[in-house]
């Protein structure tokens, strides 16, 4: 699988760590040069510096020929607007968001995007591991 992930922080890194040591082709790209420190000399994948709205930049990335897209840098709405361009434009099949807004996350997730809320994400683990309920059993707050 060819997987382009925006957002080299600690997520990102993370990520394009894990799907390379899984085998897959992973081109990751950042605003900072200095975020790429974070995937280590070893990194067997591709680095691309630039902005990942600029259609060019996500070109360049490889994402006319991607199987995946993930979208993890700090904002929602260049995570938002990134994946509706990966979707829409480039007709990626799997596109994932992370979106830290809450209310964002339902409702980008209704227009058709894999929106993950690490803050809806977070506060069930940590309600799972207080209670020892699953956390879908509270419902909607």
């Not at 067997?44 to 840098?73: K, M, P, S, W, Y």
């Not at 993950?116 to 309600?127: C, D, M, Q, R």
Request: a negative charge; charged letters at 20%.
């Amino acid at each position: 699988m060819f997987v382009v992930i925006m957002g080299c922080g600690r997520v990102g890194a993370r990520l394009a760590r894990m799907l390379v040591k899984a085998g897959n082709e992973v081109t990751i790209l950042d605003r900072d040069a200095s975020s790429f420190s974070r995937l280590g000399e070893d990194f067997g994948g591709q680095t691309i510096l630039g902005n990942g709205l600029n259609q060019d930049v996500l070109e360049q990335a490889g994402l006319t020929r991607a199987d995946a897209f993930v979208a993890v840098t700090q904002g929602d709405n260049r995570n938002i607007m990134a994946s509706q361009i990966a979707q829409h434009v480039f007709r990626v099949q799997r596109v994932v968001t992370r979106i830290n807004d809450p209310i964002r996350s339902d409702t980008f997730a209704a227009l058709g995007l894999r929106a993950l809320s690490p803050t809806v994400i977070g506060a069930n683990t940590f309600y799972e591991e207080l209670t020892g309920d699953l956390a879908s059993s509270v419902g909607d707050v």
